[in-house]
């Protein structure tokens, strides 16, 4: 089972930014939290991960709370290209693999 | 141009007749994974390869082989299809296994009748 917790659907409007939230309450010290989207059916991008520093790169923002047990994903001036399915991942103790849950899907709206 | 290729990219197929869905990638990466998508659901991982001649179970392996013979090729073979296989398959490489940026194909639309 997923070990992430995020809503199914989220509007924003085009311009602004587009905060998207995820509890992985059970996360434990040594795991990453990463964030990946899919546009309708294309294979999945990545975006970005982060340990417990917020993280910054040209897509996105990544501000991991102070107990981990919570991420928000910041797309900082969201586009109709944003529009897509995003997936918070943390992955499995054993072998590290990825857990990926149903995401969130996030609209963009003129 | 980096990149992972999968064929073909739709395929419709009866019950029991073995295929294979290939998968390749550009970028000299060790790990490799097949994943499933259906409706309204994340991706769940079938199989992965940490480096050539290694190969895992992920969560969904029934009904499913894949080999890893050169480093870059990891073809998925579905030895007698049946209907509930039906789904979305996607490949996807990295260059520090899951933990890294993972790479992912385009994407496999099979239907089995």
């Known amino acids: 089972d997923a070990k992430t917790t995020q809503p199914t659907s989220m509007d924003c409007a085009e311009g602004r930014a587009a905060n998207l939230p995820c509890n992985h309450s059970?996360?434990?010290?040594?795991?990453?939290v990463y964030w990946y989207r899919q546009i309708h059916s294309q294979g999945p991008q990545y975006i970005i991960h982060?340990?417990?520093?917020?993280e910054t790169n040209e897509m996105a923002s990544l501000i991991i709370t102070e107990d981990r047990k919570s991420s928000t994903l910041i797309l900082p001036h969201a586009t109709l290209r944003d529009t897509a399915v995003y997936y918070c991942?943390?992955?499995?103790?054993?072998?590290?693999?990825?857990?990926w849950g149903a995401g969130t899907k996030l609209i963009i709206k003129p | 141009e980096a990149q992972v290729t999968q064929n073909p990219r739709y395929l419709i197929t009866v019950t029991g007749k073995k295929l294979t869905v290939t998968c390749s990638q550009n970028?000299?990466?060790?790990?490799m994974s097949w994943y499933r998508q259906d409706p309204g659901l994340g991706l769940r991982q079938i199989y992965y390869?940490?480096?050539?001649?290694?190969?895992d179970k992920g969560d969904v392996p029934e009904g499913y082989k894949v080999s890893r013979k050169e480093k870059r090729n990891f073809p998925l073979i579905l030895e007698s299809p049946s209907p509930n296989q039906t789904s979305l398959y996607f490949c996807?490489?990295?260059?520090?296994?899951?933990?890294?940026?993972?790479?992912f194909g385009p994407g496999t639309r099979l239907t089995v009748t």
């Open positions: 059970t996360i434990s010290g040594n795991e990453y």
């Open positions: 996807a490489s990295s260059v520090q296994g899951p933990r890294g940026e993972q790479y």
């Open positions: 970028m000299n990466h060790e790990y």
């Open positions: 991942i943390v992955p499995m103790d054993s072998n590290y693999q990825l857990i």
């Open positions: 390869s940490m480096n050539v001649e290694v190969t």
């Open positions: 982060g340990l417990k520093n917020n």
